[in-house]
């Protein structure tokens, strides 16, 4: 399984970027997606998370109400949705795949297959 991450930039504090992980297979293989990031200096983060169904979720404390997670079967496609976001949101943003059919894990160690990471940078 190969995963494309994108969407990254440079925003404004307040303003809002998506970020999307293209998956090179469906979501049988892919039970779980979840968003991860690190800034540097610090440990990889766990962001959010969605299970294959599309409804489940779960975000860290750190970005509820800002960030949305989303996922379209059909195209592969995992979204990351972040509005009002803050300098403390700067990092590299990866995408990863949990192959199995299990509750959503906040850590890392859980994820089989990880995208390469885009850079999001939020200046004040």
């Known amino acids: 399984v190969q995963l494309q991450a994108s969407g990254g930039g440079l925003v404004q504090a307040g303003g809002s970027l998506r970020l999307s992980c293209a998956a090179s297979e469906g979501p049988a293989s892919m039970y779980v997606m979840g968003w991860f990031r690190q800034a540097p200096g610090k440990e990889r983060e766990f962001v959010a998370g969605i299970r294959s169904s599309a409804v489940t979720t779960v975000y860290a404390d750190s970005v509820k109400g800002r960030f949305t997670i989303s996922r379209d079967n059909a195209k592969n496609t995992v979204y990351l949705q972040m509005n009002s976001l803050k300098p403390e949101d700067t990092a590299v943003y990866f995408c990863?795949?949990?192959?199995?059919?299990?509750?959503?894990?906040?850590?890392?160690?859980?994820?089989?297959?990880w995208g390469q990471g885009t850079l999001v940078t939020v200046s004040s």
């Open positions: 990863a795949a949990d192959q199995w059919p299990r509750a959503i894990l906040t850590h890392a160690g859980g994820y089989d297959y």
